[in-house]
């Protein structure tokens, strides 16, 4: 029965990826076509994996209702059905070069004007960042960035922050908004698929607004101090 639901949900995934491809065609330009896929995933995928999200800190996502800095632990491309439930209006994401490959998937995502970045080479690693901080500027776009660089697959609760998501936080002059996912990987390991709750806390917009670009190491620590406190309050709870 497991495999029968992990065939349908990767079947629903693709599917949904296609149908984004069109959408964007259909709507290019529009900034929310991002956060319409994510939906269209989410109400499949999740009812099919029996995983419910249960969301806090919305309130959080109203405050940041203008040009802002989303960053999210990451885990696994699960996470973009988690994000479609609750929909990040106006945003582009940044991800690495290596989803341009991604058979349909590839095609939603640069459709859609989502950000490619190349980790190896750091000028245009820097170019891609230059590209979402004119966004932010011209379109008053907002950006989604997981400042760990890829997605974790050690017992750590996040890795090392990359330090780009910084930079550009404090050239756009934007607030950052840390979005903390709970460890979910336990329901796909051992021959299981899903069946389970994924919580999901927004923390208040970290404001970046007269931060210099010397104080990003600071601004990195604190922005993941408060998401490594949040991953345990959730962890906590999840065990209460």
Not at 21 to 30: E, K, P, S
Not at 35 to 46: A, E, K, Q
Not at 101 to 115: D, E, Q, Y
Not at 210 to 227: F, P, T
């Amino acid at each position: 029965m497991a495999t029968l639901r992990l065939i349908l949900t990767t079947l629903w995934f693709f599917l949904s990826c296609l149908a984004g491809f069109f959408m964007a065609l259909v709507r290019w330009g529009d900034l929310n076509v991002v956060s319409d896929i994510g939906r269209i995933m989410s109400v499949g995928m999740l009812p099919l994996a029996r995983v419910r999200v249960e969301l806090e800190g919305a309130e959080h996502l109203g405050e940041a209702n203008r040009p802002c800095l989303y960053l999210g632990n990451h885990q696994s491309a699960f996470d973009l059905p988690v994000y479609g439930t609750f929909g990040l209006r106006r945003t582009v994401a940044v991800g690495k070069r290596e989803l341009n490959w991604v058979p349909l998937f590839n095609l939603a995502w640069m459709a859609t004007g989502n950000i490619s970045i190349d980790r190896g080479n750091r000028s245009r690693a820097m170019a891609s960042l230059e590209k979402a901080a004119r966004l932010i500027r011209e379109r008053r776009a907002s950006v989604l960035l997981f400042p760990e660089g890829t997605r974790n697959r050690t017992d750590q609760p996040l890795l090392p922050f990359k330090k780009g998501a910084f930079h550009l936080a404090i050239a756009a002059q934007v607030p950052i908004v840390p979005i903390v996912i709970s460890d979910y990987r336990p329901m796909f390991r051992k021959g299981r698929f899903g069946q389970g709750v994924v919580r999901v806390k927004v923390l208040p917009p970290v404001p970046t607004q007269g931060v210099a670009r010397e104080e990003v190491d600071g601004l990195s620590q604190k922005v993941r101090e408060s998401m490594l406190q949040a991953l345990a309050d959730l962890k906590t709870a999840a065990q209460a």
